[in-house]
């Protein structure tokens, strides 16, 4: 049996460029993988999620088991047959929303009991049973279960929370049933200590993972000190091996994260951000609601090729989500998931012609020209 592959293609500087041959398909890296929660990206058709380029997705492991049901999606033929997405999927492990549950869950060395946020009814997640309900929801790329260490915490917490995490990893790689084309990775933890992130990598390097994630940022901790982490972090990783930051983020840090040698991020930020009226442009983010937008008929972003900006100005989506029409927020998620995927189409191509320094310093500089004043000439 022979797990996905990843073949590193060229590097400039710290930023790398590869691709990852999966049982169902090529992903380009860097990737970003836009977010089904529950089998769906939200307002969008799997087709419309494909079109703008995005070869990989992500489902969530503790929305799924919880509804439908981890045995029932596998019934029905796992969650790529049953949303229609022909692509590889990613699932996370269960372990970051079951952590965010709070009062609601309790931890002990084996796993975590919870209560559902739906119902109140009583669950179990364990390394071994977030590895079968990953294997039932057919995910290409499954994720070891692991505590998120919450931030900020004492390092001795950190401490004992990371190798918590790191016996979790050794339990979830002896449940991971291999298929061909498949994989699973491990997930460094250690908050913002970089003594404890290199034991953590170690660690996972010695079980041996077909790819590493890096768990814990984005939790609050401000984007310096995620770059600072990233810093002391990517280097000790392998470097044949896909690097996945989860939970990551926004247009900079995304750019951030692949100047520090990352090649995989998920977020929600894009559809969230559609369904509350923000746009991401390459000139920064505006909000569609605002009342400057309400005569405007220019296109969200005139570099984008989306439906939202090829066919519709700014005015009528301003429209839209004044008359809370559906049709608005599915414009603005689209626009959003073909902005990123442009940009890390972007990257990859800086990385390859060597000039991912120059892509860098211009994304700044266009992020922070702002939006065009509609009353400019
Ligand atoms: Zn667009």
Same mark, same amino acid.
């Given at each position: 049996?022979?797990?996905?592959?990843?073949? &590193?293609?060229? $590097?400039?500087?710290?930023?790398?460029?590869?691709?990852?041959?999966?049982?169902?398909?090529?992903?380009? $890296?860097?990737?970003?993988?836009?977010?089904?929660?529950?089998?769906?990206?939200?307002?969008?058709?799997?087709?419309? *999620?494909?079109?703008?380029?995005?070869?990989?997705?992500?489902?969530?492991?503790?929305? &799924?088991?919880?509804?439908?049901?981890?045995?029932? *999606?596998?019934?029905?033929?796992?969650?790529?047959?049953?949303?229609?997405?022909?692509?590889?999927?990613?699932?996370?492990? #269960?372990?970051?929303?079951?952590?965010?549950?709070?009062?609601?869950?309790?931890?002990?060395?084996?796993?975590?009991?919870?209560?559902?946020?739906?119902?109140?009814?009583?669950?179990?997640?364990?390394?071994?049973? =977030?590895? /079968?309900?990953?294997?039932?929801?057919?995910?290409?790329?499954?994720?070891?279960?692991? /505590?998120?260490?919450?931030?900020?915490?004492?390092?001795?917490?950190?401490?004992?929370?990371?190798?918590?995490?790191?016996?979790?990893?050794?339990?979830?790689?002896?449940?991971? *049933?291999?298929? +061909?084309?498949?994989?699973?990775?491990?997930?460094?933890?250690?908050?913002?200590?970089?003594?404890?992130?290199?034991?953590?990598?170690?660690? &996972? #390097?010695?079980?041996?993972?077909?790819?590493?994630?890096?768990?814990?940022?984005?939790?609050?901790?401000?984007?310096?000190?995620?770059? +600072?982490?990233?810093?002391? $972090?990517?280097?000790?990783?392998?470097? %044949?091996?896909?690097?996945?930051?989860?939970?990551?983020?926004?247009? =900079? %840090?995304?750019?951030? #994260?692949?100047?520090?040698?990352?090649?995989? @991020?998920?977020?929600?930020?894009?559809?969230?951000?559609?369904?509350? #009226?923000?746009?991401?442009?390459?000139?920064?983010?505006?909000?569609?609601?605002?009342?400057?937008?309400?005569?405007?008929?220019?296109?969200?972003?005139?570099?984008?090729?989306?439906?939202?900006?090829?066919?519709? =100005?700014?005015?009528?989506?301003?429209?839209?989500?004044?008359?809370?029409?559906?049709?608005?927020?599915?414009?603005?998620?689209?626009?959003?998931?073909?902005?990123?995927?442009?940009?890390?189409?972007?990257?990859?191509?800086?990385?390859?012609?060597? $000039?991912?320094?120059?892509?860098?310093?211009? @994304?700044?500089?266009?992020?922070?020209?702002? %939006?065009?004043?509609?009353?400019?000439?």
């Amino acid at each position: 049996m022979t797990a996905f592959s990843y073949d &590193l293609l060229s $590097t400039d500087g710290t930023a790398r460029r590869g691709r990852l041959h999966t049982a169902w398909g090529v992903v380009e $890296t860097p990737v970003f993988m836009p977010v089904g929660t529950a089998a769906t990206v939200k307002g969008m058709m799997p087709e419309s *999620v494909k079109s703008t380029g995005a070869s990989i997705i992500l489902a969530n492991t503790y929305h &799924l088991m919880l509804r439908p049901g981890a045995e029932r *999606v596998g019934r029905l033929g796992g969650v790529r047959k049953m949303m229609g997405w022909d692509g590889p999927l990613l699932t996370d492990s #269960g372990g970051f929303q079951v952590m965010s549950l709070g009062p609601l869950r309790k931890l002990d060395e084996d796993g975590v009991t919870f209560k559902s946020h739906l119902d109140g009814s009583k669950h179990r997640l364990t390394p071994e049973r =977030s590895t /079968e309900i990953q294997h039932l929801l057919d995910a290409t790329i499954t994720m070891a279960f692991d /505590e998120c260490t919450p931030f900020p915490a004492e390092k001795t917490v950190a401490a004992d929370s990371m190798r918590l995490s790191m016996r979790w990893a050794k339990r979830s790689r002896d449940a991971f *049933v291999p298929r +061909e084309g498949y994989g699973q990775f491990g997930i460094v933890q250690g908050s913002v200590f970089a003594d404890l992130r290199a034991e953590s990598v170690a660690a &996972l #390097g010695d079980i041996g993972f077909e790819g590493y994630a890096i768990g814990g940022l984005a939790v609050g901790e401000g984007q310096e000190a995620m770059f +600072e982490a990233l810093e002391f $972090t990517t280097p000790l990783m392998q470097t %044949d091996k896909p690097r996945y930051l989860m939970g990551v983020g926004k247009p =900079s %840090d995304l750019v951030g #994260g692949v100047a520090r040698g990352v090649d995989m @991020f998920d977020c929600v930020l894009p559809t969230r951000s559609g369904r509350t #009226g923000q746009g991401f442009t390459r000139r920064g983010p505006i909000n569609i609601k605002n009342a400057r937008h309400a005569e405007d008929n220019r296109p969200i972003d005139e570099a984008c090729s989306c439906p939202a900006c090829s066919r519709f =100005s700014r005015a009528y989506l301003h429209h839209l989500f004044k008359a809370d029409e559906v049709q608005g927020l599915m414009l603005l998620s689209w626009h959003n998931i073909q902005y990123y995927q442009d940009l890390m189409a972007d990257m990859r191509a800086a990385i390859e012609a060597g $000039t991912f320094a120059q892509f860098e310093k211009n @994304f700044h500089a266009m992020q922070s020209l702002g %939006d065009i004043d509609p009353l400019d000439p």
